[in-house]
């Protein structure tokens, strides 16, 4: 049985969760994280020193890093279709996936700090507009794509880098702030509202 750890509030569960279910996976899944069991506690820390959430458990096999979670429930558990094989079309949505993990979201970290979070440490008028500023201009960049496509990221067809970037989408359209308009990223928002995992765990009011 698949076990997961991480409170579902947490965009980086809701990868795996959304996953799970376009995998029809059965799961178990713990609350940890802001607001509920600390991911510090040693016996946590044993499982990913990062103390972070997500953790998978899959038998006595341990994994942490959403995005490689993410692909490696699409390896082993029938998720060709949404991670293909062939390696060009592997590539460009690994290319999105880590787009995602490394480019968008650390765009973001700062506005959503002060923003959403309303942290403390993160109080620097400057840097919120630069952040927001960084964030929009990631988000032409999938416009751009968009336009490309006219349907998914990576092409006509859905797949596991839609997961993690229709996540970040819904993201962006929470944070409040001035946003250009984007036509492209708008009918594509309206695209995977159509799937009802994303409805469960993308477009339902969590930021
Ligand atoms: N790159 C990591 C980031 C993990 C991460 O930052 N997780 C956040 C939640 S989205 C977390 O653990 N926050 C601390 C907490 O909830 O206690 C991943 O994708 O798994």
Redesign the pocket.
């Known amino acids: 049985m698949i076990k997961i750890l991480?409170?579902t509030d947490?965009?980086?569960?809701r990868?795996i969760l959304w996953l799970c279910d376009e995998l029809n996976l059965d799961y178990v899944r713990e609350d940890?994280?802001?607001?509920?069991a600390?991911?510090?506690q040693i016996e946590f820390l044993a499982l990913n020193p990062?103390?972070?959430?997500?953790v998978l458990i899959d038998g006595d096999f341990i994994l942490?890093?959403?995005?490689?979670?993410i692909r490696y429930l699409a390896n082993a558990y029938s998720g060709e279709y949404l991670y293909p094989k062939e390696p060009q079309q592997r590539a460009i949505i690994d290319q999105w996936i880590d787009w995602q993990?490394i480019e968008l979201?650390n765009s973001w970290t700062y506005a959503l700090m002060h923003i959403i979070r309303h942290s403390p440490e993160h109080q620097d008028f400057e840097k919120v507009s630069q952040s927001i500023e960084a964030w929009n201009a990631m988000m032409h960049i999938l416009e751009q794509q968009l336009a490309k496509t006219r349907a998914y990221v990576a092409g006509k067809n859905f797949s596991l880098s839609d997961i993690v970037i229709g996540l970040s989408v819904q993201r962006w359209y929470l944070t409040p702030f001035d946003k250009p308009d984007y036509p492209n990223i708008k009918a594509y928002y309206a695209l995977l509202s159509k799937r009802e995992a994303y409805m469960r765990w993308g477009n339902n009011g969590q930021n």
């Open positions: 991480g409170r947490s965009i980086n569960v990868k940890w994280g802001r607001g509920f600390s991911p510090k990062n103390a972070t959430i997500p942490w890093q959403s995005n490689s979670i993990g979201n």
